[in-house]
């Protein structure tokens, strides 16, 4: 490990993504002065003739992590724009972890539970095998596969379900219900045959920079803790907000989408508990999540 990102005196840490959900939460654990918050604007994932300026200055002034949260996750869209998908989500890490290489950076990668075929019965384990259904998960794979080719010691984490500062399933489903709750918008319906870890995006960032500050390396599992359907997540946040509005259970073909979605997303988080890092609960996090200052019910849902 190159050093402790507690003790920097300087910016240390890079966040790629920055205006994301997750970078947003990066950036909050992080604090002011121990980060370089570099948005799409700073660092475009589609420019990778730029990475080397941006990487080389952080490195002269003394910076040592490079944390990627930046990733085409538009699911759908991945499916006809597979070119930019593949140019930003397999391509751009594989350039940013051979410079991290090269001017001794620390890189952490994030990536997701598409890798996955989404079939199964237990929790997915970082080393069983990956068999992506989509343009968007066998892009994000062979993001991973050139990370580590570059950087053997890099950190990957895989994460899924995420929701935090943006756009998201909560803050939709509750802007969804609200209208509902006013009679002014449909009956909702959300799918129930599709269950995963839904991870509240602070708990991710803090759990990300745990593994960090350990010197882990390689590839870890990092959600909230328990099982979900959509259904049962919808039902948990309308709930919490007071919005009694039915909510119809249906199947994944009620909604047709270009790009097919994995039925089983849970992921093995054994590994990352075994170097000290267990998230709470996703009831924990949903609970925390709409306490928090980027609530959706501070807007009422909408």
Known sequence: ????????????????????????????ALGPGRVLAWGREEFDLERPESFAARLGDLRASGGEFVVNAAAMTAVDRCESETELAWRVNAEAPGAIAELCANLGLQLVHVSTDYVFAGRGDRPWREDDPTAPLSVYGKSKLAGEERVRAAQPDALIVRTAWVFGDGGNFVRTILGAASRAAR?????????????GSPTYAQHLAEGILALLEAGESGTYHLANSGVASWWELARAATQAAGLEVPIEAVTSGAFPRPAPRPAWSVLDLSRAERAGVLLPSWQKGLR????????PLRGEGE
């Open 1 to 28: 490990m190159a050093g402790d990102i507690d003790n920097a005196d300087t910016p240390g840490v890079a966040v790629l993504g920055a205006d994301g959900q997750l970078g947003r939460a990066l950036c909050r």
């Open 183 to 195: 009679g002014e918008g449909p009956a909702l319906r959300v799918v129930d045959d599709q269950r």
């Open 288 to 295: 925390a999540y709409l306490e928090s200052p980027e609530s």
